[in-house]
């Protein structure tokens, strides 16, 4: 049992150290529509308190209800997980519409090879987003310390598409 902790807090380390020695790179979408199934993925990093994964835009002739929602999120142990919020806008990575969601509730970070490691996970989200809308995801940090704020996270939305 201790092997198999220890394990998954290496492959766990392992991975942060990876994506915080990776240069910024552009977000990488995944989304998935079958039948009523929607399913769509986002990751991003950047030198910031603050990061906006950006998810792709809603079929013009449907509405998507948005159920669940799970992100890691990786910071500089010097920075502190402020929010994380579901956004709607007209354009890609906007949130002019006003509407947000609060997604983080009470976590505690996981300190691994000298990163902080958080996991937001959401179910019986009810987030109605219009035909054509982008709905987004902002993660807002913020740093007690002196090093350089980073902060990479991957994020999935999933949900289902209606008529109405």
């Known amino acids: 049992m201790r092997f198999a902790e220890f394990a998954k807090s290496a492959a766990t380390a392992l991975l942060i150290a990876v ?21 769509d993925r ?6 910031t308190n603050s990061l906006i994964l950006t998810l792709t835009q809603v079929p013009a002739n449907k509405f998507l209800n948005i159920t669940h929602v799970a992100c890691t999120i990786a ?9 994380v919020d579901l956004n709607t806008g007209s354009t890609s990575g906007n949130s002019d519409l006003g509407r947000s ?19 937001v996970v959401t179910d019986k989200v009810y987030f109605k987003i219009g035909p054509g809308r982008y709905p987004s995801i902002s993660i807002s940090t913020y740093s007690s310390g002196g090093a350089t704020p980073y902060v990479t996270a991957s994020c999935v939305v999933v949900g289902d598409l209606s008529d109405s």
Request: net charge positive; proline share 5%; charged share 10%.
């Open 101 to 119: 969601y609060p997604l983080r509730g009470n976590v505690s970070p996981q300190v691994v090879a000298s990163a902080n490691s958080w996991s």
């Open 75 to 83: 910071t500089q142990t010097s920075q502190v997980l402020d929010r």
């Open 19 to 39: 994506a915080l020695a990776a240069p910024a790179h552009a977000q990488i979408n995944k989304q998935v529509i079958s039948g009523t199934w929607y399913e």
């Open 42 to 47: 986002a990751t991003a990093n950047g030198n």
